[in-house]
């Protein structure tokens, strides 16, 4: 079954507005986890590491007051999109390492889709 | 820095056929860990096979498999006996040498498409 739960999985906000985006580790606890982006048709890009108890580290390119993330607990990191454009509308998934062994892969959330009008 | 390349955009291949997706990766580090995922078009990761630049041997996991030639900087992926549900974007992925937060990145994708 899913070891990483995101929500929502689709949303649809106007512009201006902000949309939070949550993503949990279900039965595992994880210090660290990680936002991606993805265009259509296009790749993941790494937006964000969080981290439980600390301030998230960016990526070269992504606005840090745009894209608010805060890890408040080690099975709980949210990513808010503030004052959303159209240009924000992307798949966003968050994933997470079951284990902290170099060979554990991520596991990620379902994705949610955001569409700002 | 580290690189991962996928050269092929899209494939199509024939039902119970094997396929091969290709994966170059450039890096200076010694100690690595590949991936790869499928991704659906329903959009969720789904993580398939690992490598790691230690293991001497391919990774094998049922139908999948890694060619993996480390001076050659490749770590193919081998699926065989394709099935229409293969149909899906597939994703090469390195993560950076070990620590507490060490992030994977990927290459551009690959769609493969499964004719019956």
């Known amino acids: 079954g899913a070891v990483v739960s995101q929500h929502p999985s689709r949303v649809i906000c106007k512009s201006g507005t902000s949309v939070k985006i949550e993503c949990r580790s279900l039965?595992?606890?994880?210090?660290?986890m990680f936002w991606y982006r993805q265009f259509p048709k296009q790749s993941l890009m790494l937006m964000a590491t969080?981290?439980?108890?600390?301030?998230?580290?960016?990526e070269q390119g992504v606005e840090k007051d745009k894209f608010l993330i805060n890890h408040a607990s080690l099975t709980l990191s949210t990513l808010t999109v503030t004052s959303a454009h159209p240009e924000d509308s992307s798949f966003y998934i968050c994933s997470a390492r079951q284990t902290s062994s170099y060979n554990s892969p991520l596991h990620f959330g379902n994705g949610t889709r955001l569409t700002v009008t | 820095a580290q690189k991962i390349t996928q050269t092929q955009p899209g494939m199509f291949v024939q039902e119970k056929e094997a396929v091969t997706l290709d994966c170059t990766y450039d890096t200076s580090d010694q100690s690595y860990g590949l991936f790869w995922y499928k991704q659906p078009s329903s959009g969720e990761m789904i993580f398939l096979i690992y490598?790691?630049?230690?293991?001497?041997q391919n990774a094998t996991e049922g139908r999948y498999s890694l060619n993996f030639q480390k001076a050659r900087k490749s770590a193919n992926l081998v699926i065989s006996a394709s099935q229409l549900g293969d149909s899906a974007m597939y994703f090469c992925a390195m993560r950076e040498p070990e620590s507490s937060a060490s992030k994977i990145i990927f290459g551009s994708g690959t769609r493969l498409s499964i004719r019956p």
């Open positions: 490598q790691g630049s230690y293991d001497e």
């Open positions: 039965d595992f606890q994880a210090t660290t």
């Open positions: 969080s981290n439980e108890g600390s301030k998230a580290t960016y």
